[in-house]
Structure formats: structure tokens, C-alpha cells
């Protein structure tokens, strides 16, 4: 898709985002901003959530790809229902997946780096970090042509190194079903669903058939709701959050 084309689609979403915020449901909102620190090794703890909520914003976002078969069949399906996520990929994985990786891109998603081969970065020295994280930035830079890219460490492992370290925002999430645990698509469904509230950051891998499933039913069923899916740019963009380097960002609640 020509940038032209794929920058009138991202103004129409714009201006579809401010109708949104405009409408009664969103009209009571304070648009601020919940700073987090990383879960394991700050252990601050993640403010009260709202209740569920009946429609609002939400990013998908997947985790430790690409993966030709399973992520392929994840584009298709976003395709399909006209639906933008993001991405935060493993580094090792883009020299044999460059074509999915300018898909995505050209597709309208949004591009993560989640490390070169999925290292804790806490604790890590100046060197070792470049090692995981600028060797992924020049990997996607030298693929796309750009250099706009979030940051998710592995594990949601975060310290005051990796925020001093880390050259862009710090991405974290708000709904975690542990797809990687049991596989089974209908829980995994039911727990996004049970949790989605306005302004949530879903946690999944497109490493999993059983979660590219699982994916697209909750994306199914949440939209029937009035849930809209968002990369993780526009739902701060749409809260007037703006995302700084080195802070971490786990929810965009109104
Ligand atoms: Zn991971």
C-alpha cells in the first residue's frame, strides 16, 4: 500500500477516534495518564481497575513474533475485520519474516521491539542491552525505513536501568489471559471478555495457533459490545496522553 493511501486511512481513524471521544459515553473523563512501573521488579501495584465497560477503546497487542504460521494467519484475520494491534517482536525472528514484518507495517499496525532472543533486560549492562534492544531497533529500522518503534521488555521486567536505557516508551498491559498456559481458546476468549474495560492493553502471543484463535473470537464478541481496536499509539493519542521515553505505560483508562 502506497504511504499516501495508508496516512488518508490513518486521518480518517483519527477523526473517527475524535468523533468517538466526543460522544455522551466518553464525556466525563479526566484523560490522565496511569504511569506504571514494571511488574516484577518494582512491584508497584496496578491501580483499581474500573468495572467492565460496555464499548470504549482497546489495543490488542501480541508478543514474541513473527512466526510465519501462526502470525500470517493472525494478519489475515485483523485484515478481515478491519482491525489494527501492535506487535512487539523478537529481534532473532525478523531476517526470516521480513515480509510479514513490512505487512504489518504497511497494514496500518503498530511495531514493538521485544528484544533480540527474549532477555530480561533488568540488570543489564550498557552493552548487553544494546546487544537486545538497539540490534532490534537497527534490525526494524533497516526493514521499514523507520525508526518509530515502543519498547516491551520480556516479562514486564523493568528497572530504573531499562527506563534510563530505553530510547522510547516502555509498553506494558492491563489484561493478561496466560495464553501460553493452557491453549484453550474459550478460556482465553471469556477471560478478555470478562475484563475488557474502556482503555485496556490485552497481552497475547501470535506465537500460538490456539491464541490467533482466541484473538479474533474476543476481537468478535468485544465488538459487539462497542469495543474499537487501537494500536497502542492511537489509544494514548485518543486519551491526549502523550507517550515519553523511558516511561512505562500499562492502561489508558478514562
Ligand atoms: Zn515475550
Redesign the pocket.
Known amino acids: 500500500m502506497e504511504r499516501g493511501a495508508r496516512s488518508g486511512r490513518r486521518r480518517v481513524l483519527l477523526a473517527a477516534l475524535a468523533l468517538w471521544a466526543a460522544m455522551p459515553w466518553a464525556a466525563c473523563v479526566c484523560w490522565e495518564a496511569i504511569p506504571a512501573d514494571g511488574p516484577v521488579v518494582d512491584g508497584v501495584e496496578v491501580p483499581d481497575a474500573p468495572a467492565p465497560s460496555a464499548g470504549g477503546l482497546i489495543a490488542l497487542t501480541f508478543?514474541?513474533g513473527p512466526r510465519r504460521s501462526t502470525t500470517a494467519a493472525l494478519l489475515d484475520g485483523l485484515a478481515e475485520r478491519g482491525i489494527h494491534a501492535t506487535f512487539f517482536l523478537i529481534g532473532r525472528q525478523i531476517p526470516n519474516n521480513m515480509d510479514l514484518v513490512r505487512r504489518m507495517d504497511e497494514e496500518g499496525h503498530q511495531i514493538g521491539i521485544?528484544t533480540y532472543d527474549?532477555t530480561q533486560l533488568t540488570g543489564l549492562n550498557r552493552g548487553d542491552f544494546a546487544a537486545q534492544v538497539d540490534r532490534t531497533r537497527t534490525l526494524l529500522q533497516d526493514t521499514l525505513g523507520h525508526n518509530h518503534f515502543l519498547l516491551r521488555p520480556?516479562y514486564g521486567a523493568v528497572d530504573p536501568g531499562v527506563r534510563a536505557m530505553a530510547g522510547c516508551p516502555i509498553v506494558l498491559w492491563s489484561i493478561d489471559p496466560e495464553d501460553w498456559d493452557d491453549k484453550d481458546p474459550a478460556r482465553i476468549v471469556d477471560h478478555i471478555v470478562d475484563n475488557a474495560k474502556d482503555g485496556d492493553i490485552i497481552l497475547l502471543h501470535d506465537i500460538y495457533p490456539t491464541s490467533v484463535e482466541a484473538a479474533l473470537q474476543a476481537a468478535d464478541r468485544l465488538r459487539r459490545r462497542g469495543f474499537y481496536f487501537v494500536t497502542v499509539e492511537e489509544l494514548f493519542a485518543a486519551r491526549h496522553i502523550p507517550l515519553e521515553d523511558g516511561h512505562c505505560y500499562r492502561t489508558a483508562y478514562p
Do not use: K, L, S
Request: proline share 20%.
Open positions: 508478543d514474541d521485544h527474549h520480556p
